[in-house]
């Protein structure tokens, strides 16, 4: 979350950003397969997520975000699969935890060239080893796309945990709250009896829940929305995970509700150093918690750049219709709808671009050439869009002739 903007906090996270992240998506594609069609939910996905920094998805209904947030977490169920990509999550505790319980999975990398390195892994592998401590472990990385059930399982939880945005759809009618988070805390930190029940209380408290002790004991229809929204996060909390994805998970709150989970994550952040993606389709609520942003339509990633870069330089043309249907940012109206229609469903490979049909800018390539990530200018060296427009610094010829010419490089087909 982006409260501390003073000089200190942008020198750490830049400090941050030398390091390798502790997730990287690399051209990620996740498809569902129904009868009619092949729906190509995630269609190249790339972004990466730094210690302790909040990196935020939007984009409006229907272009990607959970079906994203659910293939990181190995949550992909059919008809829908990961065909095409990697999901790396480094975090040193979590690669040595699944190579101790998967040592047969486990690749020991380290010392070898990049040659060797793509030699010596095969489909079965998923923990990558770089570095070792004596004989655990120091450094690596887990491949979520090519991890077990079993694998994803132990992944889940206490390496990266989820926020949905329906409370109800993480909670258990049938058992108390306290039940709950201390069975979290049983699988997770193998706490019991009178230890997991303080524990339990300790973070309830820790998520401003009033009167913590005397709530655990009620049922999840007792809480109120905000509550309950609360209690969820307690239960992440309970497995002390590293990564947090949230997928909107304030959309059916109201907005001072809203205001006091987002601060409550902000705080939860800063004290247990977590790193967090970001999941909504209300560019407000971006503003108040990313630090860095991507803007995703039709399955794609077409512009991303710190937060602060894309409210006061947006450069793709949906980019720019977002930021102009924040209510407020137009007077008069309550909530404007600036962009015309609706997000297509990406069921064909994209040979043009998506996002052309709504477009104000759109000219005669954008229906035959499919932009790819480019940076927006020669002086930039954090922000990218995927639009004909840019480079902006070149004629609009080079530009085109940019983008087909990587595009048709890196052409993909999906096969059943
Ligand atoms: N189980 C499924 N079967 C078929 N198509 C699906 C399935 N789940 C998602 N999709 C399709 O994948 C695309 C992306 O959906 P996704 O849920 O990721 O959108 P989103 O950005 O999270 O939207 P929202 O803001 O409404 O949550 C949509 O076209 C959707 O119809
Ligand atoms: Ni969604």
Redesign the pocket.
């Known amino acids: 979350m982006s409260t501390d903007t003073d000089a200190t906090g942008d020198a750490l996270r830049f400090d941050r950003r030398d390091e390798e992240p502790i997730l990287s998506v690399d051209g990620l594609r996740t498809a569902?397969f129904?009868d009619k069609e092949t729906?190509r939910?995630?269609d190249g996905v790339s972004f990466d997520v730094h210690d302790g920094e909040t990196v935020g998805i939007v984009?409006?209904?229907?272009?990607?975000?959970?079906?994203?947030?659910?293939s990181i977490m190995g949550l992909t169920?059919s008809?829908?699969r990961v065909l095409d990509g990697s999901i790396r999550f480094r975090d040193p505790a979590t690669v040595a935890r699944l190579a101790n319980s998967f040592g047969g999975s486990t690749v020991d990398v380290s010392g070898l060239s990049d040659d060797e390195r793509a030699d010596a892994t095969d489909e079965n592998d998923f923990v990558f080893v770089e570095e070792w401590d004596g004989d655990e472990p120091a450094a690596g990385y887990v491949e979520v796309t090519r991890a077990s059930p079993a694998a994803l399982r132990k992944l889940r939880g206490k390496g990266i945990a989820m926020i949905f945005?329906d409370p109800l759809s993480s909670l258990n009618p049938v058992y108390t709250v306290g039940n709950q988070i201390k069975e979290a805390l049983r699988l997770h930190q193998g706490l019991r009896g009178q230890a997991a029940t303080e524990e339990a209380v300790n973070l309830l408290e820790a998520v401003s829940i009033p009167d913590a002790k005397r709530r655990i004991g009620e049922y999840p229809h007792q809480f109120s929305g905000g509550m309950r929204q609360r209690a969820v996060i307690a239960m992440a909390l309970a497995c002390e995970p590293e990564l947090l994805i949230c997928?909107?998970p304030t959309t059916a709150l109201d907005v001072t509700i809203q205001a006091q989970i987002l601060e409550l994550l902000a705080d939860i952040q800063e004290e247990r150093g977590l790193s967090i993606v970001f999941?909504t389709?209300d560019m407000g609520v971006m503003a108040e918690v990313a630090d860095r942003l991507n803007v995703?339509y039709?399955?794609e990633v077409v512009e991303t750049a710190p937060v602060g870069e894309v409210f006061a330089n947006p450069k793709h043309p949906y980019t720019e219709g977002l930021l102009e249907s924040i209510p407020g940012r137009n007077v008069g109206e309550e909530r404007l709808r600036t962009i015309e229609g609706d997000?297509p469903?990406?069921n064909e490979p994209p040979t043009y671009c998506r996002f052309a049909p709504r477009c104000p800018e759109a000219f005669a390539e954008c229906d035959a050439v499919h932009p790819v990530s480019v940076s927006v200018n020669d002086a930039a060296t954090d922000h990218t869009a995927a639009c004909l427009l840019y480079p902006e610094d070149v004629s609009r010829e080079e530009a085109v002739e940019t983008h087909r010419d990587r595009g048709e490089a890196s052409e993909v087909t999906v096969d059943e």
């Open positions: 569902f129904t729906i939910a995630v984009g409006e209904s229907g272009s990607g975000k959970s079906v994203t947030a659910r169920r008809p829908g945005q997928d909107e999941i389709h995703m039709a399955g997000v469903t990406p």
